[in-house]
């Protein structure tokens, strides 16, 4: 069974940091591009950052640029997500996905082009 799981959320205050992991089972990611999304409480799930199969290429949603590293270690199948300077406006559920093309050298910002998506991890930031 292909799974996905998202470690590492929790409560942090304004300005903390925190370090997300996606682990993978079942089928190796290394040959896919993989990307972090966000969803907070009555919002759409939103891209977050996402990084390219051999990891050559990253892309992060402007809110967070500068303040997140994504990374990926294809030994393990596990992609990961450095946050720091965390704001009450990052507080989410945190989902980790791959992407449905094999291979793809650029990083799609949009839900529909991933699939295998983990359970998520809560992200909260007291301010």
């Known amino acids: 069974q292909v799974q996905r799981v998202e470690s590492g959320g929790g409560l942090v205050q304004v300005g903390g940091s925190l370090r997300l992991s996606c682990a993978g089972s079942g089928r190796p990611f290394s040959n896919y591009a993989m990307a972090w999304f966000r969803r907070a409480p009555g919002k759409e799930r939103d891209f977050v950052a996402g990084?390219?199969?051999?990891?050559?290429?990253?892309h992060y949603a402007d809110s967070v640029k500068g303040r997140f590293t994504i990374s990926r270690d294809n030994a393990k199948n596990t992609m990961y997500l450095q946050m720091s300077r965390l704001t009450p406006e990052d507080t989410a559920r945190y989902y980790c996905?791959?992407?449905?093309?094999?291979?793809?050298?650029?990083?799609?910002?949009?839900?529909?082009?991933?699939?295998?998506w983990g359970q998520g991890t809560q992200v909260t930031v007291s301010s």
């Open positions: 996905a791959a992407d449905r093309t094999v291979y793809r050298t650029e990083v799609v910002t949009t839900p529909d082009g991933y699939n295998y």
């Open positions: 990084i390219t199969w051999r990891g050559g290429t990253t």
